[in-house]
């Protein structure tokens, strides 16, 4: 982990998001964040059909010129190398990717300005998935003089990937309220527990099981009280029947539940966006969707800002 040559204003937000980051906005300072995302997010593009095809070219090449005992073991030698390469290829395909109806989907309008932190306000962090992707400029709007509101970079999706880059997202600087929430990923069904590989089959995996949630997300709560912020958990919101990747709309209660525990274990305040949705989610929500229409975003931005608010004024 490290940070270089932090140069000139810091603006809003203070990582190197990727383009499709909706709820924040871009630091212009000379740095290189090196964390497990970025090394992942940069390995992922070797390889690929290039690199598949690239030892055949040669394969070509080497049939054509090399008239020798040695031509067999070349040719067998590269051919593997091929293989190799292709299921390189192949497994990167299982890389993170944003579902249907995020906002990760929604393209940045173009020309909007950064907006400058300003040192006199309180910093709060919100950390969350794409839901919170959905409603965090809504808040920042809200906030705006009152507070420098910022969302960790991109998609923080489950427990699992949150354990690995929390730290990195609670660097940049001192937080005075931290508004969290993990589970929606956590629960969804994978065809490898542990990855973002997606699958519509009941009878796969959850991306982390209630145990494993439960583990990962007590030692986040550790690691979230070192910063000695005001923390907030929000619920995990409601979901209906049918939505992909496969999760059953009863987990959603289930790992609630949990996490509850563990919050009022901690002392942490909780900020129940599920019950807040749950009596209109027909209308709020996209159909078969984990996502929400504009008006469910608003509703939770406003929740979620009247939350925020209230932690500072104490």
């Known amino acids: 982990m490290g940070w270089i040559a932090l140069v000139g204003s810091a603006w809003m937000n203070p990582w190197d998001n990727p383009p ?4 924040g906005y871009k630091i212009e300072v000379a740095h290189r964040r090196c964390d497990e995302g970025r090394v992942k997010e940069k390995s992922s593009r070797v390889g690929g059909l290039d690199g598949v095809l690239a030892p055949f070219v040669v394969l070509g090449l080497v049939s054509y010129f090399i008239q020798s005992p040695m031509k067999i073991s070349l040719i067998t030698s590269l051919a593997l190398f091929s293989i190799l390469l292709a299921g390189n290829a192949v497994s990167q395909e299982k890389k993170y990717v944003p579902e249907d109806g995020s906002a990760e989907l929604v393209k940045k309008k173009r020309g909007k300005k950064a ?4 040192p006199s306000l309180p910093n709060v962090l919100i950390i969350g998935d794409s839901i919170s992707m959905g409603y965090t400029s809504k808040v920042i709007e809200a906030m705006a003089g009152k507070a420098n509101v910022m969302h960790s970079p991109g998609n923080s999706q489950g427990t699992t990937n949150g354990l690995a880059n929390i730290d990195s997202w609670l660097e940049p600087m001192k937080w005075d309220v931290i508004h969290f929430n993990f589970g929606l990923h956590d629960l969804k069904r994978v065809t490898e527990a542990g990855t973002s590989s997606n699958s519509n089959d ?3 995996p959850y991306q982390a099981d209630a145990k494993t949630y439960a ?3 007590k030692e986040i709560v550790v690691r979230l009280k070192k910063t000695e912020a005001t923390l907030i958990f929000a619920t995990t919101t409601p979901f209906p029947a049918g939505v992909k990747p496969f999760r059953s709309p009863d987990d959603a209660g289930n790992y609630n539940t949990a996490a509850l525990k563990i919050m009022k274990k901690n002392g942490i305040e909780v900020n129940d966006l599920y019950a807040l949705v749950l009596p209109d989610l027909a209308t ?4 078969v969707n984990v996502h929400f229409q504009a008006e469910g975003s608003q509703i939770m931005a406003d929740a979620v800002a009247k939350r925020i608010g209230q932690s500072l004024d104490k």
């Not at 907006?115 to 300003?118: A, E, M, R, V, Y």
């Not at 709020?284 to 159909?287: E, R």
């Open 20 to 23: 499709w980051f909706d709820g």
């Open 115 to 118: 907006s400058p932190i300003d």
């Open 202 to 204: 009941p009878d796969d």
């Open 215 to 217: 583990a990962n997300l």
């Open 284 to 287: 709020l929500q996209k159909p």
